[in-house]
Structures are given as C-alpha cells and as structure tokens.
C-alpha cells in the first residue's frame, strides 16, 4: 500500500481553545441547554465508541456487517470501475475492507476521521491488507468544507462512503445540508453510499443506547471529562448521569446528561446552573423508513439508485446520486424486512 506521505493532512479539525469556549458556553447558555455530540471524540471517546460497537444491545454495528458481507459485491458492481473511495469519518475501518475487497481497479482510499490515532490504526491495517492500494489519509473535520488530497491517477467516479448511521445523529435541516456538501465533494458523476439505521420496536432501540455494561454512560459522560481537561471546567462526573430513550414521534433516540442535584460549575469565567434533574442534550439519534431517507436526500437534490437492507431488515445501506442521474438499478429486500423496497 502506498501512504501519501503518511502524513496526516489536518484541516483543522480541533477548534482553538477560545472557540471551543465560546461554543460551550453558548451551549450551555441555551434553553434547554445542549452540546454538540463532536465532543464525545477524543482518544477516549473514539475508544468507548468501539466498545459500544461490541456491546450485545448494539445490533447496529453487527447489522452492517452482514449488509455487507451479502452486498458488497453488489455494491461494488453499482460503484463502477476505477472509483476514488473517500470515507467520513473512518475511524477504525472495521466494515471498508469488505467493500474494498469487492471494488475493481480502485484508484485511492480516502479515510477522513477526526481523531488522528485512530485513523492512524487504519492505514496501518490497511497497509497489511491491501499492500497495492494507494492510501491518502485525511485527518479532518468532515462536516466542513474538505480539500481532498490529488489522487494518483484520474478516477472514473469518486464515491463518499459513509457507513454506521452517523447520518442519524444530525438534525433533519443540519443532514440536508451535510448531503448537498457531500454531492459537492463527490462531484458531476460521483456517488455516495450512505448507511441509515432503519425505524423498529423501540425496546431494541433504547436497549441499543443503554447497554447493561455501562460503556455507552461511561462514553456519554466522557464529554464532561474532555471539558474539564481542555477548558478547565469543575464538572463532578459522579453528580451527573446519562440517560437515552426513543422519541417515537420524532423518529429518533434522544440523549442527555442529567443533572443529579442543583449545582453550579464553573466553564472559563461562567458559573452555570444546573437543577436537579435537568437534562443537557448531546446527541440525537434518528431512525427512517426507506421512504424518510429518499425524502432527505431528496431536499439535497440527490435520488436513491440502490438501496441493500441487512438479512434481518433492520439496517439500510443507500446509494445515492444527483437527481435526475439515477441508472436502471433494483434494489432487493429479504422477506419478512420491515418497510417497502426502494427501486431504482
């Protein structure tokens, strides 16, 4: 495998001292208060949320691993030849070598991840399991403006691969516009194949969000330890405690960090107030239907050519494309798996 330099490009991706400050204390001036789930990553939040990939109540992770592991070959007929594959935010790659395997004559592997050791860990596994593909590794921000990294030769299509539900954890308006970004990025003739935790029961769901061993809490509140560190904040993570349930209406898992008790803490000259039982938002966590996701991408200008669903229905995977740009393709859905086929 070659490495660009193996250097990883950082498109500032950690905000400066003083603007991490300013959007914290904003957060926290809000009514209700919240926080933005970016804050969850650093070294020990990138680590927890592997953990949390292995918790038995997470069915997600495994979900897309057998999407995969039916589709990919599929997929890779859908990409074409020679893709440019471009991944946000890759973290450990567990899922791309079952799509990389699969791709024909690939031109570069992109991984864009926010947090560098990580994404450090996957070049170097890459670099034992594809020693001939070319690797140019981005450490970067990808909710902003990405400048990608010259590919060693013309790429027929470049593809934004962006697996997990991470899609999920954006507001509908804030999904909108990371989409249109992303049609930007991938360009005239490119794609995006996208992946969208599917609407079901919600004790599967909230179960999901709050495994019996604590990991996902112990993610949750690492937010409060990363404050402390990086702003010097006082919060006391024992007088806090994470909570996770699924907003049936609104289609999603809400997540927050509660108050015990009425305290105060201190973030740079601000006293915050906190009441007893008061609830911070930080993340949310959206479930769709087939026809919620076309509908999203839609509002983006972009159309559904091929959607793959896991053998137990419960996991999505889209490949989308501008409107208008949509080949004759057929998605398949196994039988007994929950919403209607997407045709393309």
């Known amino acids: 495998m070659s490495v660009q330099a193996f250097e990883l490009r950082d498109d500032d991706r950690r905000p400066p001292i003083s603007d991490l400050m300013e959007i914290v204390q904003r957060g926290l001036r809000a009514r209700p208060k919240r926080l933005p789930s970016w804050l969850f990553y650093d070294e020990r939040g990138s680590a927890l949320f592997e953990a949390i990939c292995k918790q038995p109540e997470y069915y997600l992770t495994r979900c897309e691993i057998d999407l995969m592991t039916a589709h990919a070959g599929e997929m890779a007929d859908a990409l074409g030849d020679d893709v440019r594959l471009v991944e946000y935010g890759s973290g450990n790659a567990v899922k791309t070598p079952l799509l990389l395997r699969q791709l024909r004559n690939p031109v570069a592997y992109v991984p864009v991840e926010i ?172 479930k769709y239907s087939p026809a919620d996701f076309a509908a999203l991408a839609a509002r983006a200008g972009l159309e559904i050519a091929q959607t793959w669903f896991d053998p137990r229905g419960m996991f999505s995977e889209h490949y989308l494309v501008r409107a208008g740009a949509r080949q004759a393709t057929a998605a398949t859905m196994p039988a007994g798996a929950q919403g209607p086929v997407v045709r393309g």
């Open 115 to 286: 947090s560098p050791e990580p994404l450090r860990q996957c070049v170097e596994d890459l670099a034992n399991r594809f020693p001939n593909l070319p690797v140019q590794p981005l450490h970067a921000d990808f909710t902003r403006p990405l400048r990608l990294p010259i590919p060693p030769r013309a790429p027929r299509r470049t593809v934004l691969y962006f697996p997990g539900s991470t899609i999920g954890n954006f507001e509908a308006r804030d999904a909108v516009e990371l989409l249109r970004k992303m049609r930007g990025e991938m360009g005239e003739g490119g794609g995006i194949l996208i992946g969208a935790d599917l609407k079901k029961d919600a004790a599967t769901i909230e179960a999901a969000y709050n495994d019996k061993a604590g990991v996902t809490a112990e993610f949750t509140l690492n937010m409060l330890v990363r404050l402390n560190r990086e702003l010097g904040s006082n919060f006391e993570l024992q007088a806090f405690h994470h909570r996770a349930h699924y907003n049936a209406m609104a289609g999603r898992i809400e997540t927050f960090i509660v108050s015990k008790r009425d305290q105060k803490v201190r973030v740079g000259r601000q006293q915050v107030s906190f009441a007893a039982d008061e609830a911070m938002q930080v993340e949310y966590s959206c």
